[in-house]
C-alpha cells in the first residue's frame, strides 16, 4: 500500500510533482525566510572616515575604500561603477598620468571564504576596462569606452563591473548581515592628481 504524503507550505499552497519532478518557482531575490521586501541598494565606496573621493595618495600607505556588510540587511552588490576622469586620458595611462607603478586592487572579503581576489595591479585605464569586460561598449577609436565632458570639460572612462555576468553571481557579490563581509578597493600608488576618481555599487537588500 502506498501512503500519500502532502507538503504544505506556509501560504497553504501545497507542493506539486509532475513527471516525477517537484516544481519549483525561481524568485527574483534570494530566498529569505518570512522577508517579503526586496529594496534597492546603492552607495558609493567610502573610507574609515565615510569619504567618497578617491584622489589620495597611496605610494606610501595604502588607501582603502569599502562597502561593507550591514547590521540590519544582508546586501548583494550587482554592479561596481568607477568614474576615472582627467582631461586628455588614454587607454594606456591611469586618468592622464603615467600608468601606476603599484596599482590598484579589488577584493571581496568573505567571513566564510575569506579575501577572493577580483582584481590585482590594476594600473591603467585599460586594465579597468579590461577587468569590467569592456563593459558599457561606446564610442569609436581613441573615444572608445570614455565619456565626454564627465567632470567638467574632462572625459573619463567608466568601467561597471555585473558581477552577475562576469562571476555567476545570481544575484551579486553577498556582504551578510552583522558579519566583517566587505568589497574593498585599496590604491596603492599616488592618483591626487586627476580630476576624479570613485566607484559606486548599486544591488539589493534584504
Given amino acids: 500500500m502506498t501512503n500519500q504524503i502532502q507538503v504544505v507550505g506556509k501560504d ?16 527574483d531575490h534570494p530566498p529569505k525566510g518570512e522577508s517579503e521586501y526586496l529594496l ?20 606610501t600607505t595604502p588607501q582603502l575604500f569599502y562597502i561593507e ?9 550587482k554592479t561596481l561603477a568607477f568614474t576615472i576622469a582627467d582631461a586628455g586620458a588614454t587607454m594606456n595611462k591611469f586618468g592622464n598620468i603615467t600608468a601606476l607603478s603599484n596599482g590598484c586592487n579589488l577584493e571581496w572579503k ?13 594600473k591603467s585605464n585599460f586594465d579597468f576596462v579590461q577587468m569590467a569586460d569592456f563593459n558599457p561598449s561606446f564610442g569609436t577609436g581613441t573615444s572608445s569606452f570614455k565619456a565626454s565632458n564627465v ?3 574632462s572625459e573619463a572612462y567608466v568601467p561597471q563591473i555585473d558581477f552577475t555576468v562576469s562571476y555567476g553571481f545570481r544575484w551579486g557579490i ?3 548581515k ?10 596603492n600608488d599616488n592618483v591626487s592628481t586627476i580630476d576624479r576618481l570613485d566607484a ?6 534584504l
Fill in 12 to 27: 497553504n499552497n501545497a507542493v506539486r510533482v509532475s513527471e516525477g519532478a517537484m516544481e519549483t518557482i525561481v524568485h
Fill in 40 to 59: 534597492p541598494f546603492r552607495q558609493f565606496m567610502a573610507n574609515d572616515a565615510g569619504v567618497t573621493d578617491m584622489l589620495v595618495n597611496g605610494a
Fill in 69 to 77: 556588510a550591514s547590521p540590519d540587511y544582508d546586501i548583494w552588490v
Fill in 110 to 122: 568573505s567571513n566564510v571564504l575569506g579575501i577572493v581576489s577580483m582584481g590585482t595591479a590594476l
Fill in 151 to 153: 567632470e567638467g570639460t
Fill in 174 to 176: 553577498p556582504l551578510i
Fill in 178 to 187: 552583522g558579519t566583517t563581509d566587505r568589497l574593498c578597493f585599496t590604491i
Fill in 200 to 205: 559606486v555599487a548599486k544591488g539589493v537588500k
